[in-house]
Each structure stands twice: as structure tokens, then as C-alpha cells.
């Protein structure tokens, strides 16, 4: 089994840079800056114990690589990377290659199922960071992260098992669970803090904005028929991450708040909270705080605004 990284960020470099450290044979797709640090330096990973720099198979386009049997596609883009990035896959990789979506949000496999036919989806809860070229981190040890997985839509199958089993060959948990959308639904309502986060600061994940956040989603989960995992659920696999600082320093911000820290000029809102505003227009629920999050969290992105430039009361005071 050959691992094809398309997306080496924080989530895809710590994955493949992790399997690749525990002996996988890995190729990662980068680009840019990033891809130039990783082929003339490796990729380092720092993590609370140790930070490692890792050589590892680097290239900038997937037409670069020569496919072969036993190939495996971790999806590490963002989700509003994702259909570009799928397109350049299917013209070159075999159709039966097995696509896995390491994204946040519910959109990135029901797009990669469009151009493959085995697909699957992890529920990625993997605290990383990755703000300079070259450089990755993990801030979970001794375990990295859990990265449960299943085929897309529902179902488990020998491939899953394997993906599993390397993935806790190589410091993470995973778990191949048949029904493995509740879970991924389960983070989407956690991720609708990101972009409260995002727009100001980590502390605001606790705020009285966040939860109304929350609320819309779970109301439209409830209209759609939509299941998802319980807090209970969700905590019980929390429970064996152990976050702690490197070097020193503590982590700012997850995944959104990293693409304003970055300048990216984009952001996944549209598939967090634009998920929940999607959902509520299709079946009558109000949502006006995922519309107006997901639509503050875009301008700053467009305009290059660093993180944590409003207080969640000012965002209140914007709502009809």
C-alpha cells in the first residue's frame, strides 16, 4: 500500500509525514513554497516530545507520479480545493483507486464519488498547525490523533481495515466504523466554531455565539433527518488526545484561523457554516447566524485580514 498525500498542510503533512516516519511508502502533493522547502529540506514535524525532519517523496502535481496497484489518495485539501484538485486526480490516476477524505465538512465526498467509485470518510480530530514552509506540527503525543474512517456512504471493507491499521501503525487512532457519517456530522457542529475562532480568537468557541451557531445545526439536523454522533460519543474519543505545548509555545488556532494567520485569501466556511445555511434553506430552518459567520469569515479571508479582529458582540449587534 503506497500512501499519495494530495495536500501536504497541516492535516496531510502530520498524516503522511507520520506514516512516512513509520516506514509507508508516501508521496505528497504540494504546492508552492511548501513543496520547495519539503524537496530541499524534508518535511519537519514538531510535536510537545521531539521534532523530527522526515524524507519523504515530494511532488507538485499528480501527473508527476507513475500509479500503480495499491495506491491510496489521502485528500488533504481544503474543501474549497477540492474540485480542482479532484479533476487533476481523475485525469491521471486509475478510476478504482481508493480516494480518502481527510477534509472537514460533509461536501468533499460526495464530490470525489462523482470521479471514483471507492471512496471513504475520516473523521479527522488531529490538532496541527502549519504556518511556515517546511514545517508541520502535531500537538497531540504520545497519540497524534484520531482518524476514524469508513466507505462513503455507509460501510466497511478489507481497505478500510488496512487504512486503519496504518494509521495506528503510525501514532494515531483509527477506528473503521460503518456508519462513519454520524461522525463526520458530529464534527461539522464543532466546526462551526471555526469560524467564530477565525474572526476572533479561540476563546470565542465558548461564547454565547458559538453555542446559537450550534443550535441552528442541530435544529437542522433534526429537520433533515440527519443523525450524528453524541457528545458522549465525541468526548469518549477526545479523551485520548493529549495536547501540550512545543517549544514552549502553546497552539493559536485551528484550520480557519490558520488560513487568516496565513493570508490564504480563502476559507472552508462555505462548507461549515455555509453547510448548515444550505441545509436550513432546503428545509425551512432560519440560520441566520451560520450566514452571517459564513459570509464575515469570507471577507476576511478576501481582504487579508489576520485572526481575531471582532468580539463575538460585536458580531451579535450584526444580526437582523
Known sequence: MRFIVFG???????????????????????????????????LRIESPDRS???TVTAVDHPARIEWRPGDVVLLAVKTQDAAPALRDLAAVAPPEVPV????????????????????YAVCVVCPTTHLTPGVVQAWSAPTTGTLDLGRYPTGVDATAEAIAAAFCAATFSA????????????????????AVEALCGAAARQSPLAALARREGLACFAAAGIACISDEEDAARRTLLRLRPIAGQKRLGGSSWQSLQRGAHSIESDYLNGE????????????PVNALLQRLANDAARAGRPPGTMSPDEILALLP
Not at 498524516?15 to 530541499?40: K, P, S, T
Not at 460526495?110 to 471514483?116: D, G
Not at 477506528?175 to 471555526?194: D, E, F, T, V
Open 100 to 119: 480518502v477524505c481527510l477534509l472537514n465538512g460533509v461536501e468533499s465526498e460526495r464530490l470525489a464519488l462523482r470521479c471514483f467509485a471507492n471512496v
Open 52 to 54: 523530527d525532519t522526515i
Open 276 to 287: 448548515i445555511v444550505l441545509l436550513g434553506r432546503l428545509h425551512g430552518v432560519p440560520t
Open 175 to 194: 477506528q473503521a466504523r460503518p456508519h462513519i457519517m454520524r461522525w463526520k456530522y458530529g464534527k461539522l457542529l464543532s466546526n462551526l466554531g471555526n
Open 8 to 42: 501536504a498542510g497541516a492535516i496531510g503533512g502530520v498524516v503522511g509525514g507520520r506514516l512516512a516516519e513509520h516506514g509507508y511508502d508516501v508521496i505528497l502533493i504540494a504546492r508552492g513554497a511548501h513543496y520547495d522547502a519539503i524537496r530541499a529540506r524534508g
